[in-house]
C-alpha cells in the first residue's frame, strides 16, 4: 500500500530534550515536506526536499532540522525543542513539483 | 502576510445542495493549484488541482473554478454529501518553486440532513 509513514504519532517531551519525528515513504517520490498545523494558521511549510541531499527552507524553518541522506526517508529534527514548537506536524511527499502531495496522518508533539 | 486566503471559517449546507468553498491569492507567481480535504486525527488528503493554464477542472461532484485576473479560485461540490463534512484547505504552488507549497487556513465545511 502506498503510503506515508510518521513516527512517533505522539510526543509529550520537555523543553531542551532533542527529539527526531522520522516520515518514510514507499512511493519512490522525489519531493518530500515538513508542514505544522495550528489552529487558524493552516499548514505552513517548514522544510521541503526536492532530491536526496537537496533541502530547502519553508515558510517556518526557525528551530528545525531536516536531512535527506535517502530517497524515502526525511527525519524532522528539533535539536532544543521550545514550547512554541506544540503543534501537529505532517510529511508529505509527491513524485514532482506539481503534483498532489500524500500526507502521513500526523505526529502531534507537545513540548512542556 | 497570508498568500493564502480562505476568508470563511466555516460553512455549512443542507445534503443534495451545491457547496461552493473560496479563496483568494496575492501572488502571481503562483501557477498550481490544489484543494485539499481533512478529516479529524487524519493527514490531508488530495482532491482536485489545476494548473494556471486552465480555468476549470472537473472529477465527479467536485469542480474547482480559476480566475486569474482576480487571484480566486473556488471549489464547487454537487451534490453535496454528509460525507462531505470536513476541513477543506487549498494550496498554492508558485513557478520554480521546486516543491514550496502555500495553503490557507482551512474552511469547515459541514452537510446537514
Known amino acids: 500500500e502506498a503510503q506515508v509513514t510518521q513516527n512517533p504519532r505522539y510526543l509529550i517531551t520537555v523543553t531542551g530534550k532533542k527529539l527526531t519525528v522520522t516520515c518514510s515513504q514507499n512511493m519512490n517520490h522525489e519531493y518530500m515536506s515538513w508542514y505544522r498545523q495550528d489552529p487558524g494558521l493552516g499548514l505552513r511549510q517548514i522544510y521541503y526536499s526536492m532530491n536526496v541531499e537537496v533541502t530547502d527552507k519553508g515558510d517556518v524553518p526557525e528551530g528545525y532540522k531536516v536531512s535527506r541522506k535517502e530517497k524515502r526517508n526525511f527525519p524532522l529534527i528539533l535539536e532544543s525543542p521550545s514550547p512554541n514548537q506544540t503543534s501537529l506536524y505532517f510529511c508529505?511527499?509527491?513524485?514532482?513539483?506539481?503534483?498532489?502531495?500524500?500526507f502521513g496522518d500526523g505526529t502531534r508533539l507537545s513540548i512542556l | 502576510d497570508q498568500q493564502v486566503k480562505q476568508n470563511s471559517p466555516s460553512l455549512s449546507v443542507q445534503e443534495g445542495r451545491i457547496s461552493i468553498l473560496n479563496c483568494d491569492y496575492t501572488?502571481?507567481?503562483?501557477?498550481?493549484f490544489l484543494w485539499y480535504k481533512k478529516y479529524p486525527a487524519e493527514g490531508p488528503t488530495f482532491l482536485i488541482s489545476?494548473?494556471?493554464?486552465?480555468d476549470k477542472n472537473e472529477d465527479g461532484r467536485f469542480t474547482v473554478f480559476l480566475n486569474k485576473s482576480a487571484k480566486h479560485l473556488s471549489l464547487h461540490i454537487v451534490p453535496s454529501q454528509p460525507g462531505d463534512s470536513a476541513v477543506y484547505f487549498c494550496?498554492?504552488?508558485?513557478?520554480?518553486?521546486?516543491?514550496?507549497?502555500?495553503f490557507g487556513t482551512g474552511t469547515q465545511l459541514k452537510v446537514e440532513l
Open positions: 501572488n502571481s507567481m503562483f501557477d498550481y
Open positions: 508529505a511527499s509527491s513524485l514532482f513539483r506539481a503534483q498532489p502531495q500524500h
Open positions: 494550496a498554492a504552488e508558485p513557478t520554480g518553486g521546486g516543491n514550496k507549497l502555500t
Open positions: 489545476i494548473s494556471s493554464i486552465k
